[in-house]
């Protein structure tokens, strides 16, 4: 049973508030699967607000053959695929030079300077393991980390992410399975013997 069931009902006939308590519920775990694909705080907003509008709109469609969460997930999880592949457009289409000078605050344009922050193995030495963290997993293909951020940072169950992504159970562990790997592989790089 579907605990999102009374509100999706009252959603349907008409009830805006209902409606409201649900994004209430779920924004902040439907931004942080957004963020945390997109990479991107402002991505990962129109992400989620495009979710609930087009949530708003399918209730009709929802069956409620899986869960509220569930559904909303999948269009999330679907928004951040979208939402990837346009930033990767737009990358490929802008070309930007290091040399060209850009505008500064009074109008008139300036070279970039060089950067006075300490060399990069420094800020290395420096930067918490949980950012490093953030960093390998902002490195696995979108396949990968989309399962390892539903399983091992949403926790959903392996039945929901199989229903949420629309593969077989044995995609999901496969998944999960290389993407941990990399992961770890990665930080092992990263941290050397620390890890």
């Known amino acids: 049973m579907d605990e999102d069931a009374p509100e999706v009902s ?8 209902s409606f409201e308590r649900l994004v209430g519920k779920y ?12 990479g991107n705080q402002e991505d990962a907003c129109e992400v989620v607000q495009d979710a609930f509008v087009a949530a708003y709109r399918g209730l009709g469609t929802f069956r409620g053959g899986a869960k509220f969460s569930t559904w909303l997930t ?7 695929r979208n939402r990837l592949k346009q930033i990767r457009g737009r990358r490929e289409f ?12 009074d109008g008139s344009k300036t070279l970039d300077p060089p950067a006075s922050d300490p060399p990069a193995d420094e800020l ?4 918490d393991v949980g950012s490093k963290v953030r960093d390998c997993i902002d490195l696995l293909e979108p396949d990968f980390k989309e399962v390892l951020v539903l399983r091992d940072l949403q926790e959903y169950s392996y039945e929901e992410i199989r229903v949420i992504l629309k ?3 044995g995609t999901v562990k496969s998944r999960l399975s290389r993407a941990r790997e990399a992961v770890k592989d990665c930080l092992k790089r990263t941290l050397g013997d620390l890890f």
């Open 124 to 127: 290395l030495e420096k930067r």
């Open 74 to 80: 999948s269009i999330t999880i679907n928004g951040s």
């Open 167 to 169: 593969v077989q159970m």
């Open 10 to 17: 009252s959603c349907r006939k008409g009830d805006l508030a």
């Open 27 to 38: 924004e902040k775990k439907m931004f942080n699967i957004a963020y945390r694909i997109t």
């Open 94 to 105: 802008e070309k930007i030079s290091l040399e060209s000078p850009y505008p500064s605050m």
